[in-house]
C-alpha cells in the first residue's frame, strides 16, 4: 500500500491535477492490497443483506406460527359497539351557554360525536315558565349548532327542574327499546350507554365549571371513551364503568358507561325532587 501511495503521488505530478481512478501501480502486491480491499467491500455488503433477509424471514416465521397455533377468538377483530351518548343538564340562565358549549365540544373534539349511532342532549329549566321555555328553545339550538352536522343528534327539552330525572329516564328508555324492538341479548350487551350531565352548573365553588371536579372526570370517561370501549370488548362480565366506583355500586361524579343489557334491568327511574342523590344511587 505504501508503494501504491507513492505511485500515485508520481502520476499526480505535472500538469494532470485530476488523478486517474484506476492505475497500475506496478508493484504486485500493492495490486493485491487493492483486490483485497475490493473483495473485503464485496463480502461486507453481501453478508449486511444476508442478515436483513435472514431477520425477515423470522419474523414472517414466527408470525406465520402464532397464526396456525393461536384460536381464533386470539386473533378475532374486537366486536363492534353501539354506542350512545346521553348528555342532560338543567340551565343555570347565567351560565349554562359556557359549560354546555365546553362539554358538547369535547364530544366533536375526541371523536365520540362522530363514532357515537346517536347524541342525546336533554335539557330542563328551572322552571316552566315563559322564561324557562325561551331558555329551552335556545339551548335545543345552540346543540344543533355545535353537533348537527358531527352528530346523529336528538334534543328533548323539559320544562321545570326534576334533578336529573329527564337524562336517567332517557338512558333508560334508549336501553328498554332494543328490548321493544326485538334485539338480542347479544346486541343489547354489544350496545353501550354513556350518561353524563352538566356538572357544576349550580356549584357556587367557582372551580366546577372550568377546573375540578369537571376536568377531572371528563379527560376520564368521555375523552377516554376508545379504551373504556376496549376494556368492554376485553371484559365480557363488565356492565359498567366510571371514574370511582362507590361500595353501592354506583359511580361517583354519576359520568358513567353501562351496558343496554344491564339498564334495562334496573327499576325504572322515578321522580325524587326530595332527594336529588337517589339519581346517581339509581346505578348501582
Known sequence: LAACTQALSARTRGSNP???TTFWCGDPLC????LAQRVGRMAFTLGRKLVLAVLVLAVLSV?????AVSPPSAVAAAPQFRITVVYYTALNPAKWRDLVGMQLWTLVECGLAAAADSVEVVFSSLGDDAAGRQQLAEAAEFAELLLGGVAALRVATHPGN????????RAFDLAAEGELRGESEDEQRRHLV?????????STKGDQTKGGALLTVTPVVVEGWRGIVQRFANDSAMNKAGYITSPAGFHWYNFWWARASYLRLLEPPQ?????RFYYERWLG
Do not use: A, Q, T
Request: negative net charge; aromatic residues 14%.
Open 194 to 202: 354513556l350518561y353524563h350531565h352538566g356538572k357544576g352548573m349550580f
Open 18 to 20: 485530476h488523478p486517474p
Open 31 to 34: 495490486e493485491v492490497g487493492k
Open 162 to 169: 326534576h334533578y336529573e330525572y329527564p337524562g336517567i329516564r
Open 271 to 275: 321522580v325524587h325532587d326530595e332527594d
Open 63 to 67: 408470525s406465520l406460527l402464532f397464526l
